[in-house]
């Protein structure tokens, strides 16, 4: 049964923030914006998701380049160096992972974090506006998770079993993502989403299908060595 708590709003993050940072970062994109601004950041991020194709092929194809790499650096790099192609991008992977392990917040941001977030701005010519944000947590929500599936599929992996039917079961048997924060009554509560490894509701993950085109790519690939 669907937690109903699932639908309830995100916790409030600090809005008076200095423009161009991981704080500024976490109080612009749509993952931790309140009602009024989400239908419109959502909408950013699906308009750049949109256009992405073959993306099991690409991630395919360069994760057969980086033959002979620990699984755990295709699982992180991989994904985001292919959305960022699509988005025209660079390689942004190291700056993401820096930016990635200080994106919630709960959690500081150090020096490295704030370098790297500079850094990716000036990949967007300098623009600090929702659409540059959106772009960013994009790769940044790609980085982690999706890295954190293929892992565990790896290691989960049976004889024979293919891409689609392996990550299904390590969906639904090991999700990477267990639980999320919600605002209910003025306090954090934390909700379960063995049930609902996507999210579910207006927040529910809008890079489900891309997350998992690219998913089954690197497995593709990684099945063939």
């Not at 995100?10 to 931790?32: I, K, M, S, Y």
Request: aromatic fraction near 4%.
């Amino acid at each position: 049964m669907e937690n109903p708590l699932i639908e309830a709003p995100v916790p409030p993050v600090p809005q008076d923030v200095e423009p161009g940072g991981v704080r500024w970062l976490r109080a612009t994109v749509a993952r931790f914006s309140g009602p009024g601004d989400h239908p419109r950041r959502r909408a950013l991020v699906l308009a750049e998701l949109a256009p992405m194709e073959s993306l099991r092929d690409k991630a395919f194809a360069l994760t057969r380049e980086l033959d002979g790499e620990p699984v755990e650096r295709i699982a992180w790099t991989v994904p985001v160096a292919v959305l960022a192609r699509e988005l025209g991008l660079p390689d942004v992977s190291r700056d993401i992972a820096a930016v990635s392990a200080c994106y919630h917040p709960h959690t500081e941001s150090g020096a490295e974090a704030e370098d790297a977030m500079r850094r990716l701005i000036e990949t967007h010519g300098g623009d600090v506006d929702e659409r540059t944000a959106a772009r960013i947590g994009l790769l940044v929500q790609a980085c982690d998770a999706t890295a954190k599936l293929i892992g565990k599929a790896v290691t989960a992996r049976l004889s024979g079993e293919d891409a689609e039917s392996l990550l299904a079961r390590v969906l639904r048997e090991d999700p990477p993502v267990r639980i999320t924060r919600r605002w209910v009554d003025g306090r954090i509560v934390e909700v379960d989403l063995s049930e609902h490894p996507f999210g579910a509701g207006p927040k529910e993950c809008p890079g489900r299908a891309q997350a998992l085109e690219v998913a089954a790519g690197i497995l593709d690939a990684r099945r063939c060595y």
